[in-house]
């Protein structure tokens, strides 16, 4: 294994076809013990393009009878939803009333694996059976249980054994890791994602984060995850979430300057939610410039009052956030937007570095415009 070129980026050795091999051959025992007595005959559903060379190795080792089907996800924008409405493409065979074992190359965030589990289910299907060939635990956010993960391994950015970077790298038999020490390393870049609640920023900072390599920095997540670990500073966010305020600066500065140590060998950071004011603004050029290093671009996703209001309402119902569910907080959100957070536009923009993107559309023409700008 030695290290490979792929556009702009250079790999280096990671986890060798053997190893590889040694993982397949353990999660493939572990399938077949389950279904040696199996009453039925089951669906592989490879789930393209990523996992075609798993697949493919994986039932060369299957010794019960199956039928083989592959799928492709499919986003869409429904005319009040927040933009994370999915469709299956491609299936061919009838799934009702069967037991499905999909096989995914990689699992981390679990956002399109959960979307997968749940529209089988509404087509039909008996059971779902989720095996991956690899899992980031340190990401992966969901309740699903996974019932065949064949390895574990790092939040790192990989390619090989059909994973891509930019659809490049997928032929070859060993995994490769983004190397973070070569003389061609580019200099750190940060993306600021800008928009009001609900123009589907965090759905858009995923699907950048797949596409370029990049870390996703949202002060949402990270409160809430310390609102549910009960924390002091948990307690304190919720109560003034609950009302629609904003969260102190320095508070949410410390988590973005920690999250900025922790992961010193990514290529860059997508920041979702912050600043919101220009004194986070001034703060966080202050974090950057002690590192070398400043915001290099500012996209903004421009969508109408409206449509911000029946979006947040919507993810209320759909994701049990009950801070979202009264109609004065969401005006009061809509209303702190518009009086503390648009004077960043003008910040950024006295920069050059502010882009503006009409947020309305589907989801993949408003990543199309984030492409081309990028």
Request: hydrophobic share 40%.
């Amino acid at each position: 294994m030695e290290r490979i070129h792929l556009k702009d980026k250079y790999f280096v050795p990671y986890i060798p076809y053997e190893k590889l091999e040694k993982a397949i051959d353990d999660v493939a025992d572990r399938i077949n013990r389950d279904f040696k007595d199996f009453d039925g005959i089951p669906i592989v559903l490879c789930v393209l393009n990523g996992s075609i060379l798993f697949t493919g190795e994986l039932m060369k080792r299957l010794n019960f009878t199956c039928e083989f089907s592959s799928v492709r996800l499919s986003s869409y924008e429904g005319t009040l939803s927040t933009g994370v409405t999915r469709k299956v493409l491609g299936l061919t065979s009838s799934i009702k009333g069967r037991t499905i074992i999909v096989v995914e190359d990689i699992v981390d965030t679990g956002k399109t694996i959960t979307d997968l589990y749940a529209l089988l289910l509404d087509a039909g299907a008996a059971d779902v059976k989720i095996c991956t060939m690899l899992l980031k635990p340190e990401v992966y956010n969901k309740d699903l249980k996974l019932d065949y993960v064949a390895m574990e391994i790092d939040n790192r950015f990989i390619v090989g054994f059909g994973l891509d970077y930019d659809q490049l790298g997928r032929n070859y038999k060993d995994i490769y890791i983004l190397d973070s020490k070569t003389e061609d390393k580019k200099p750190m870049k940060h993306f600021l994602l800008f928009g009001p609640p609900g123009a589907g920023k965090g759905t858009q900072a995923a699907l950048m984060v797949d596409k370029f390599g990049l870390r996703h920095v949202s002060t949402g997540d990270l409160l809430r995850r310390e609102i549910a670990a009960g924390t002091p500073l948990g307690l304190q966010a919720k109560s003034l979430i609950d009302k629609g305020e904003l969260v102190p600066d320095e508070v949410v500065e410390g988590m973005i300057a920690s999250e900025l140590q922790s992961h010193p060998d990514v290529k860059g950071f997508i920041f979702d939610g912050f600043p919101r004011t220009t004194a986070q603004a001034e703060h966080l050029d202050a974090i950057l410039a002690a590192r070398g290093e400043k915001i290099d671009t500012v996209i903004s996703l421009a969508i109408p009052d409206d449509t911000v209001y029946e979006r947040i309402r919507h993810r209320a119902e759909v994701e049990n956030r009950v801070d979202d569910t009264k109609p004065e907080i969401i005006r009061n959100r809509i209303d702190n937007y518009h009086a503390k957070t648009e004077p960043v536009i003008s910040w950024y923009r006295k920069k050059g570095c502010y882009r503006e993107i009409d947020g309305l559309g589907t989801i993949d023409e408003v990543f199309r415009k984030i492409c081309d700008l990028m």
